[in-house]
């Protein structure tokens, strides 16, 4: 019986299929009620019928075992349709809530994303104005119009002019450096490994500083 753990675990989380389950019960017993009317129908009483005759004899007429039964399942039945009925009503009401709640969560993530990545960008040293297809500084996603913001350990806080880049290429040639730019307002990391190939130098794009004034 390893289902009862799972059915506990489960019914932490309403779902959809919950609901439907729920329905499919409500219709079970109203498709039940339906059948007990159906008895009481047949014998001629309903739910309100007297049971005894005139004289205050119980009726020869009818199955009094078949209509008392059948009346007091209809009471009971009826009682579990409004427990149902209102379990139905409180589990979309929990779905509902909770898809609000995790839309609400989204928006707010995507807010506060967006707001670090505002504060948090250093500015640029140096943009990329050309990158030649086919090189590793291409190979490795750098495009014109990048804003470097890191050059291996080169980074906004430390550079002095692009002799800085040009020492760490050349001491890192076939070594993968850590490369972040700003592209389109977004921060883009890749990696970069200077390298030779049948174009000139180690990286096949070229770097200009970005004068900040102050």
Not at 24 to 34: G, N
Not at 46 to 64: C, I, K, Q, S, T
Not at 161 to 173: D, P, R, T
Not at 196 to 214: A, E, F, Q
């Amino acid at each position: 019986m390893k289902m009862t753990g799972e059915n506990c675990f489960e019914s932490s989380e309403m779902t959809m299929d919950d609901v439907k389950n729920l329905v499919k019960k409500k219709d079970e017993i109203e498709e039940q009620i339906k059948a007990y009317y159906d008895v009481l129908e047949d014998q001629g009483v309903g739910v309100e019928g007297p049971l005894v005759d005139a004289e205050g004899y119980p009726r020869a007429d009818v199955n009094l075992y078949q209509i008392r039964t059948a009346r007091h399942n209809i009471s009971c039945l009826q009682n579990d349709h409004k427990a149902i009925m209102a379990e139905i009503e409180e589990a979309l009401h929990k779905l509902h809530a909770r898809e609000k709640a995790k839309r609400d969560q989204d928006e707010a993530e995507a807010q506060v994303e967006a707001m670090e990545q505002q504060v948090t960008l250093p500015p640029p040293f140096a943009r990329v104005d050309a990158v030649t297809e086919g090189s590793p500084a291409y190979g490795a996603g750098l495009r014109v119009g990048d804003e470097i913001i890191e050059f291996g350990s080169v980074n906004s806080g430390n550079f002095q002019n692009l002799q800085n880049i040009a020492s760490v290429v050349q001491h890192s040639e076939r070594k993968p450096l850590r490369v972040t730019v700003i592209r389109v307002d977004q921060k883009v990391q890749m990696s970069l490994t200077p390298q030779r190939w049948s174009g000139r130098g180690l990286l096949g794009c070229n770097i200009v500083p970005v004068i900040h004034n102050h």
